[in-house]
């Protein structure tokens, strides 16, 4: 009985041990992780699916890839992924699709690809290079960040912006082709990219992005296109193989430290068109034993151009460096002292300095300014900010210039300016020897006089912009035998105007 007993009680516990076994396997089975499921914007327009013999993602399907603000589905299998195949009909790549694939070393991104999200290949350290296709539109924040491996890429002439950190410490870049079709390169773009040895920026950027190419430790030469009209804080900061920059005259400002460190940097040209170099700018910049200030036109300096240099810009340059200056007669003045060639940079920092034109033939009136070059004279608008007009009360003589009645009849030829809107009354009055005259098509109006006795004038053309000829304009021009015309619009046909000339002699009147 006893036998049977036992016999009983370890068939029994042998059938609990099996069906516990049975329910441990069917947990374990349910915990598996996915090999496929849904990764679209809109669910089920694309999926994805794992082979682990293989090593590849698939991403298939039509439309865009949703956005992961969480970690995706195949995230259990980042570790192990080889390589993405992504096939034609997908638009886009999802923000953090494949972040953290350490182990990818190729991708297939088809045509059919518009846009790569944030941070898409970010921290795929394993990734030796990406051919990013046609029709790509925008490299997103961070895309290819950490992509450590990374020495190549190719961007389509597709593309318009570079995403913030886009490649940032891609330390194994060497170089790259930035096409025409890209207007901006966001903040922080290529920054550490310390293997970047050479970059080409095309002339349609127009804005690149603060610390774009911060640590850059290799990149020898940078020439800064014509488009960009700043440089922002930190763009250069420790490049310390830059031997060269070019700065071109379009730009304004140059931001805070933005070539702080570039330690074998000897000389910069600054233009012109600068108003402001940001505090730190070239500090540290241990080689730099020459900055040269191109000279702003007469214009720019009698109308009180100033440039703003902050505080510790040139700390840190070569013992003795001094200030240059391009070809030109104009000069930076600290208040009533003169920059000059022997002035120390480390003396005009922290400072905003005028430029000033102390040997200028040059007069004012109203918003704007005559300059004499030799028998030429051209007349400009003075201020930005206000219109060009000219005022009734005549000519200023600026610092020694002579007095405008004794330099009048110099005058042979007379350039106005686009940006001039009228000519003040009596304006030109006895240049007896004036031959020829440029009235630009931003002149709206000729005053009282303005020609009054200007015998050598032989034509002149009124441009269709003019709405009023004032008394007397051309009274006691002998030789002018032909004023001209320009044809109006429709619209401006059906516009009254006041011409009322009056000549010591009847030109001939035509019309172009």
């Known amino acids: 009985m006893k036998q049977t007993k036992h016999k009983i009680l370890s068939v029994f516990l042998s059938l609990c041990m099996i069906i516990s076994c049975m329910v441990g396997m069917t947990v374990t089975a349910s915990a598996l992780p996915p090999i496929s499921g849904e990764c ?15 090593k590849t993602l698939t991403i298939s399907g039509t439309g865009a890839m949703k956005d992961f603000n969480s970690a995706p589905d195949w995230s259990t299998y980042r570790p192990n992924i080889e390589k993405i195949d992504i096939d034609s009909g997908v638009t886009s790549i999802g923000k953090d699709a494949f972040t953290n694939c350490s182990s990818l070393t190729s991708v297939d991104i088809p045509n059919s690809v518009t846009s790569i999200g944030n941070s898409a290949f970010s921290s795929c350290s394993s990734l030796t290079s990406v051919t990013i296709p046609e029709g790509v539109k925008s490299i997103g ?21 570079i995403g913030n950190n886009a490649f940032r410490e891609c330390t194994a870049l060497t170089s790259v082709d930035i096409p025409s079709s890209v ?92 108003t402001s170099i940001g505090k730190e700018t070239f500090y540290d910049c241990s080689n730099l034993a020459t900055v040269t200030f191109e000279r702003v036109s007469e214009t720019d300096a009698i109308a009180g151009k100033t440039l703003a240099i902050g505080e510790d810009a040139f700390n840190g340059t070569k013992s003795g460096a001094k200030v240059a200056y391009g070809t030109g007669d104009t000069v930076l003045y600290d208040n009533d002292t003169p920059i000059t060639t022997e002035t120390l940079l480390t003396a005009i920092q922290d400072k905003t300095l005028t ?26 608008k003075k201020s930005a900010e206000q219109p060009g007009a000219m005022e009734n009360n005549g000519w200023t003589a600026v610092g020694t210039a002579d007095d405008w009645d004794d330099i009048a009849v110099n005058i042979t030829e007379l350039e106005i300016q686009n940006g001039v809107t009228s000519i003040g009354q009596g304006a030109f009055i006895n240049c007896t020897n004036l031959t020829s005259v440029t009235i630009p098509s931003s002149v709206t109006s000729i005053g009282l006089g303005a020609f009054n006795n200007c015998t050598s004038l032989t034509s002149v053309t009124i441009p269709n912009s003019v709405t009023s000829i004032g008394d007397y304009a051309f009274k006691s021009c002998e030789k002018l035998a032909t004023v001209t015309f320009e044809p ?7 516009q009254h105007y006041r011409y009322k ?12």
């Open 355 to 380: 430029w000033k034109a102390p040997s200028a033939k040059a007069w004012t009136n109203g918003n704007v300014i005559a300059i004499l070059d030799g028998t030429k004279l051209t007349v400009a």
């Open 501 to 512: 000339v009056v000549l010591s002699m009847k030109p001939r009147t035509t019309q172009k």
């Open 141 to 161: 924040n961070g895309a290819f960040f950490l992509c450590t491996a990374l020495t190549s890429v190719d961007i389509p002439s597709t593309v318009t912006s």
């Open 40 to 54: 679209g914007a809109e669910g089920n327009n694309v999926t994805w699916e794992y082979n682990s013999t293989s």
């Open 183 to 274: 207007t901006s390169i966001g903040q922080d773009a290529f920054n550490k990219c310390a293997s970047l040895t050479s970059v080409t920026i095309p002339d349609s950027v127009t804005s690149i992005g603060g610390a774009a190419f911060y640590y850059c430790s290799s990149l020898e030469s940078m020439t800064i296109p014509s488009s960009v009209t700043s440089i922002g804080s930190s763009t250069f900061d420790s490049c310390s193989s830059l031997t060269s920059v070019t700065i071109p005259g379009s730009v304004t400002s140059i931001g805070f430290g933005a070539f702080r460190s570039c330690t074998v940097l000897t000389s910069v040209t600054i233009p012109g068109s600068v």
């Open 488 to 494: 109006r619009s429709t619209e401006q046909q059906t």
